[in-house]
């Protein structure tokens, strides 16, 4: 079945230091990827997204490439600020055509914390 | 637009209760999911509602249970509360509830059950 793998965290850095946060996925075809943020005491956020094969999503200054070759989609920021500070989810939506209605398969999360 | 809004925000209840969560989905769409979240298991997906019908379900005792209205609000119920039950709930309302349509998740509900 589908499948996500974020890298361990938690990630500390300092403010204007570089992100990585690494996502590996497992599925049939080609899927849609997302990327969703939850910041203390909120629900999640959609990031960004990419809906095929090197596809590039960003916002608010984060990036993430869609490689089909490593079925990869690593998030990526050049300067963190302390208000990114949240935790971050990898995910892929149900495949289409499929019955796993509804059902997004997150990864495990990864808790961003930046100090100033 | 008008976002996904749950009510309440925050909640506690006493073991053996019941609860009714609700959610209000964006307007025009027809998919409501929800997803239970714990510092231990992470996202779990309870279920998935379309146009008043439950077309997926995950593995959750049947003590959790909802219902999808005409209007696409829905709620969810948990009979018999346990400790264990305390939990951020979540909601996603989606157009379709598949494929490459995005999901917008509400603020969730804090259930605390002592």
């Known amino acids: 079945g589908d499948s996500v793998t974020q890298m361990e965290g938690p990630v500390t850095l300092s403010e204007e230091a570089f992100l990585t946060i690494n996502c590996t996925y497992t599925a049939t075809g080609y899927p849609s990827l997302f990327w969703y943020v939850q910041y203390p005491g909120e629900g999640l956020q959609l990031l960004l997204k990419a809906t095929k094969a090197d596809d590039k999503g960003s916002n608010k200054g984060f990036e993430a490439t869609y490689r089909k070759e490593t079925t990869s989609f690593h998030l990526e920021k050049g300067s963190v600020q302390v208000s990114d500070s949240a935790v971050y989810f990898c995910?892929?939506?149900?495949?289409?055509?499929?019955?796993?209605?509804?059902?997004?398969?997150f990864g495990q999360g990864t808790i961003l914390t930046v100090h100033p | 637009k008008a976002g996904v809004t749950q009510t309440p925000r925050y909640l506690i209840k006493t073991r053996g209760q019941q609860v009714t969560l609700s959610c209000s989905p964006i307007s025009g769409h027809r998919s409501v999911s929800w997803y239970q979240q714990t510092p231990g298991q992470g996202l779990q997906f309870l279920f998935e509602?379309?146009?008043?019908?439950?077309?997926n379900k995950g593995n959750f005792p049947g003590r959790f249970s909802g219902r999808q209205f005409s209007n696409s609000r829905s709620e969810m119920n948990v009979s018999t509360l346990e400790l264990g039950d305390s939990a951020l709930y979540l909601c996603?309302?989606?157009?379709?509830?598949?494929?490459?349509?995005?999901?917008?998740f509400g603020s969730g509900t804090r259930l605390t059950v002592v």
């Open positions: 509602y379309f146009s008043e019908t439950q077309r």
């Open positions: 995910a892929l939506p149900p495949n289409a055509g499929g019955t796993s209605y509804g059902k997004l398969t």
């Open positions: 996603a309302s989606s157009r379709e509830g598949a494929g490459t349509y995005g999901y917008t």
